[in-house]
Each structure stands twice: as C-alpha cells, then as structure tokens.
C-alpha cells in the first residue's frame, strides 16, 4: 500500500482551466482550496489558500500527491516543477496519481453502474483518453486508450464524461460530479499513489514537429 506521510500537500493541475489544492490527513480534507486561473497563476493562490484554511505552513506538509495526468501538459508541468522544486528543499517523498483510474475507482465506489463502461477525458485534436472498465471484473479496469468520437460511439458501452460540453459530443452519456470529494477515500484504499521522484506529465506528445536551424542555414 502507498499511504503519502500525512499532512500531504495534494495538487491537480491537469484541467483545461483552474486548479484545485488539498491537505489531506486522517483520510479526509483539511482544506481545500481551487482558483479559476491557470495553473501558473492559480497555483501559489490556491496553494496559500490552502495551507492557511488548514492553519499550516509549507514547512509542516510531509508529502506531496500530484495528478500526472492524462490532462493538461502545461499545468502538470508547472505543478510538478513546483512540487520538485518544495521536496528538493526539504527532502519529502512525492506520490503520483493518474486520471481516469481515480475516476473510474470514484465511479466504482459511488455505485449504481453494475455493467462496463467507459470514463472520458477530453485529450486534443478532437480525440478522448477512455478507460474501459468492468465492475464484475478484477482488476476492474480492463485497458486504457486513446480514442476518437466514432470509436468511443463504437464501443456501445455506458459513457461517463466529467464536463458538460462533453456531453454536447456524447448526448446520452452521464455527467460525473467532480472527484475531489471522494479523493480522501480514494487515496486511503492505498492503491491509486506511486512514488515518483521527479514526476512530469502523463501524456507528453511525441510526435509535435521540432524546430531545425537546417532550413534557416545559407548555402556557403
């Protein structure tokens, strides 16, 4: 089991837009704190904001969790930079976890889904990160892919999206209320957090066209 040394400093920067931040102790919240800006600016807000609620200083947190996505490259990255950044001041051990298995394990434990379903991010160029799970299966998660709309349409199965403008795409799926209230839980079933020394983000793209100096170059 991967239990974070408590209190743990919990971040997810990997929504389009905002963040959220949590002290976790006890299995439940401290405190919890989000800002509508981007991760950038909206980190040391939500940050401060947190730690304050919980009468808590940086100093005091133990451990860090951080969500790795698949989500926003550039707000995982910048969380992670912060968070590599506090533990290298203070050494403290730092967890990871990754989107669609807590999402599917926040469905799971919610209940009323007896049948397999897909969970649904939205990723980019019009494509979704699924995750197919089956409630009468263990482990329940059977894969984890990346899909577009006709694919995902192709599976038949229940949807479960986690915005609204998802759901303009998907018309019949279910909107899922968002994870963070039964994140504590999650994290004291000990299954969802791996320790992770420098944590970047999930779904890094690979195939992005770097830039050449080859062109720019003029012939001798």
């Not at 102790?25 to 940050?47: C, F, I, P, R």
């Not at 799971?108 to 990723?123: M, V």
Request: glycine letters at 6%; hydrophobic letters at 40%; charged letters at 20%.
């Amino acid at each position: 089991m991967n239990l974070p040394p408590e209190p743990c400093l919990v971040i997810d920067g990997s929504a389009r837009r905002g963040i959220d931040v949590g002290v976790y102790k006890n299995q439940s919240w401290l405190s919890h704190a989000s800002a509508e800006e981007g991760a950038l600016e909206g980190l040391w807000q939500a940050t401060e904001k947190a730690l304050q609620e919980a009468r808590l200083s940086l100093s005091d947190i133990r451990s860090f969790a951080l969500c790795v996505g698949p989500g926003s490259m550039l707000g995982i990255r910048i969380t992670a930079l912060a968070v590599r950044t506090w533990s290298a001041l203070e050494t403290r051990p730092i967890y990871v976890w990754e989107t669609l298995p807590v999402l599917a394990q926040v469905i799971l434990q919610r209940g009323g889904c007896t049948k397999p379903f897909l969970a649904l991010t939205e990723s980019r160029m019009k494509r979704w990160h699924a995750i197919h799970v089956n409630p009468l299966s263990q482990p329940p998660i059977v894969w984890q892919k990346e899909l577009s709309v006709e694919e995902v349409k192709a599976e038949k199965m229940p949807l479960y999206v986690t915005s609204e403008s998802a759901q303009t795409v998907f018309v019949e799926s279910e909107l899922c209320a968002p994870v963070w209230p039964d994140l504590p839980s999650i994290i004291a079933q000990g299954n969802s957090l791996r320790l992770e020394p420098k944590p970047d983000a999930l779904n890094a793209a690979t195939d992005y066209t770097t830039w050449s100096g080859e062109r720019h170059r003029r012939n001798s």
